[in-house]
């Protein structure tokens, strides 16, 4: 017996695309239109593989495993499927993955009517904790991208700490985020890159990345002010806060986005971007994250006086550069003064350092790391030292 309507088969090991006719006797027989078989599929290994609407995919099991054909023609499809019983058990599988994807689009659309009810700040707050870390993720990625493209950086590689000179730098680098990350126990990786740029600051991207400047590292006096600073950064990763950052500022256009994984590196990434790099967190964001920076750095026998020390150098050299130049009172999103995490903002540092003494506890008797470590750490982007010109 055979079938006016015609499908489209694959063979699955060349791209050409064959129109067929259908012949349904004992087999399936798939028949080029010169009448060669192309091929037979027996009806008990035939499934169904996922399809739009308007289209039945097939394959066969234990055929060539990208060979399709697919059918269009109700009349068709119907005559097909009461031959094969696997098909429609094989659709209610692949619908299953279906219906997670209209779980979070239903989702997101509660997440429109809250955002209306509450406002974007509160639903924010509300809807980040209950995120997958994986959302934090795919942010953290697709900032990353954008931010290797848009930062100004000293020639060379974005990240330092590869070549030999650099190399050793790298390992004590490693060594600090190692005991900090064990201790910390994120649900994501902890990854800090050494960024080859002169500003003075770090930023935390959602989901574990983490940038550390050169010019940061070149203020730093000795290692457990380098791992307070990193343990503070920590702190936004675990708190979530750049994620909810992006919440805020991008409303349930970007949650979609992120939740539904359709984010290839176009606008969305270059929101999240700059929203990453304007950030400015709350102050109780900065002084919750403060805190766990504190207690990180207890825990692993580090000094957590070293991030208030290192905030209040930072902050007096950006008061005696303002006094000496009037024009820089715009934060500059190139300049020396934008601060990516407004690290040091001024009015809290004290505030900030008092905090983090009265929490610290006793000094630890040795640094984290030994002297050669923490050289060759402040070498870890190179010997010479940064143009001031950036
Ligand atoms: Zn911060």
Not at 277 to 287: F, G, L, N
Request: charged share 25%.
């Amino acid at each position: 017996m055979s079938m006016e309507a015609r499908g489209v088969y694959f063979d699955g090991l060349t791209s050409r695309r064959h129109e067929v006719d259908l012949v349904l006797g004992d087999m399936l027989a798939l028949v080029g239109p010169d009448g060669r078989r192309l091929a037979i599929w027996p009806y008990a290994d035939i499934r169904a593989l996922a399809s739009p609407p308007d289209l039945l995919r097939l394959t066969r099991e234990g055929g060539p495993p990208l060979a399709r054909l697919e059918l269009r023609d109700a009349g068709l499809i119907d005559a097909v499927r009461r031959r094969s019983v696997r098909i429609a058990e094989t659709q209610a599988e692949e619908r299953g993955g279906a219906r997670r994807v209209v779980l979070w689009s239903f989702a997101a659309v509660l997440s429109l009517a809250l955002f209306a009810v509450f406002g974007v700040p509160a639903l924010a707050e509300r809807v980040t904790p209950l995120l997958p870390w994986s959302v934090d993720q795919r942010m953290g990625a697709a900032a990353d991208a954008q931010i290797r493209l848009i930062l100004p950086t000293r020639g060379g590689s974005f990240g330092c700490g590869e070549g030999a000179e650099e190399a050793p730098g790298r390992a004590a680098l490693d060594t600090l985020v190692r005991r900090l990350s064990d201790a910390a126990a994120l649900p994501v990786p902890i990854e800090v890159t050494a960024v080859r740029s002169g500003i003075p600051n770090a930023i935390a991207l959602p989901g574990g990345r983490i940038y550390l400047f050169d010019g940061l590292i070149r203020e730093a006096e000795n290692a457990d002010e380098i791992a307070g600073v990193l343990a503070h950064e920590i702190a936004h990763v675990a708190h979530r806060d750049g994620a909810r950052r992006t919440l805020q500022a991008g409303g349930t256009s970007f949650l979609l986005g992120f939740v539904l994984g359709d984010v290839t590196g176009g606008g969305a990434a270059v929101f999240v971007a700059r929203t990453l790099i304007d950030a400015s967190y709350s102050r109780d964001a900065e002084t919750a994250a403060d805190a766990y920076a504190v207690d990180l750095m207890r825990r692993i026998g580090g000094d957590p006086r070293g991030l208030g020390t290192l905030l209040t150098r930072l902050t007096e050299e950006e008061t005696e550069e303002d006094a000496k130049d009037e024009t820089k009172g715009e934060p500059d999103a190139r300049g020396r003064r934008s601060a990516l995490d407004y690290l040091a903002s001024h009015p809290a540092t004290a505030e900030r350092r008092a905090a983090i003494d009265a929490a610290a506890g006793r000094k630890p008797a040795t640094p984290l790391l030994d002297d050669a470590a923490f050289a060759a750490l402040k070498t870890i982007c190179g010997k010479a030292a940064p143009a001031d010109d950036e």
